[in-house]
């Protein structure tokens, strides 16, 4: 899990392969709303409306998992 400092809090964060990054948020909703918010950002890149829903679920699923397994890395700490 990458870090970023603001004070003396820090906070977890996912790195998209695009280099954006996302906070881990305590809110399942909000986290998911935030990934797909990203993902469509991928989404509107590709010219073929079938490879854009193909694009956005590739980054959606790939987020998702990055997040889970960050958080259960940090739970077996």
Do not use: W
Not at 27 to 35: C, N, R, V
Not at 44 to 58: D, G, H, I, L, Q
């Amino acid at each position: 899990m990458i870090y970023i400092t603001n004070s003396d809090e820090k906070l977890p964060l996912v790195v998209c392969e695009c280099g954006f990054k996302l906070l881990i948020l305590p809110d399942i909703d909000e986290m998911a709303l935030s990934i797909a918010s990203h993902a469509i950002t991928h989404k509107t890149v590709e010219n073929s409306p079938e490879k854009a829903e193909a694009e956005y679920c590739r980054i959606e699923e790939m987020l998702t998992q990055k997040v889970l397994m960050s958080i259960l890395k940090e739970k077996s700490n």
